[in-house]
């Protein structure tokens, strides 16, 4: 018989009070179990029209603050988050059969941080993130490579190059996390966390 929290809930949900602890106990399995990119997750923003659109990026970072991940600021989506700076973030761990909903506030990260990250990076992602006009229309995919090829001689030497003003990190703060687990039967497993004040509000969901 499947061990359960004190809410009934499967025990994978954990008897905790802060979210953050739940969701490095998932990301640690989906880690494990995914075969590529388990930090993807698909990120939901509004257009000055109210339009939403989603794609797939890639967490980097996640503390009691938030999670943060890194775009040109001047691609659809930093245009969107710049403009309403609020989203939702979904991960799916298809192995576990799992998925997490986030909601929340956006705020671009300090320029330090994103100074150190950008050099953590390998060098073609470092000239990509010079040479992609992220988003805006090109003639031909050869216009991109020659862009490619004229970085690559102006920074030369790989460990020596800057990171563009236009490209740093989002932070996502959260006012709420729902954790989800697939159960048979479409009988699945809720478990939502809403932010009052300073502290975290749990209650569980029907499916």
């Known amino acids: 018989m499947n061990k359960k929290n004190n809410l009934g809930l499967d025990i994978s949900f954990m008897d905790e009070n802060d979210p953050f ?5 998932w990301m640690s399995e989906a880690e494990k179990n995914e075969i590529n990119d388990p930090n993807a997750v698909a990120l939901a923003t509004v257009n000055e029209s109210n339009q939403p659109d989603v794609r797939i990026v890639l967490l980097k970072e996640y503390n ?7 775009t040109n600021l001047n691609s659809k989506k930093g245009t969107d988050l710049k403009q309403t700076p609020k989203a939702s973030m979904c991960f799916h761990w298809k192995s576990l059969l799992r998925q ?3 909601s929340g506030t956006i705020s671009i990260i300090p320029e330090k941080e994103a100074d150190e990250y950008f050099n953590t990076r390998p060098y073609l992602s470092k000239i990509g993130a010079w040479s992609s006009n992220q988003s ?6 050869d216009e991109f490579l020659k862009k490619i090829d004229e ?3 102006k920074y030369s030497v790989q460990n020596n190059i800057p990171r563009p003003k236009h490209w740093s990190g989002f932070l996502l703060s959260p006012n709420r996390i729902e954790f989800w687990k697939d ?3 479409r ?3 809720r478990l ?4 009052e004040s300073n502290s975290w509000k749990k209650k569980i969901l029907y499916p």
């Open 21 to 25: 602890v739940v969701f490095k106990q």
């Open 187 to 189: 009988l699945h497993q």
């Open 136 to 141: 805006k229309p090109m003639e031909t995919r």
């Open 151 to 153: 970085f690559k001689n």
């Open 100 to 102: 997490v909903r986030i």
């Open 64 to 70: 009691s603050s938030g999670f943060t991940f890194f």
């Open 183 to 185: 159960v048979e039967g």
């Open 192 to 195: 939502e966390y809403l932010k």
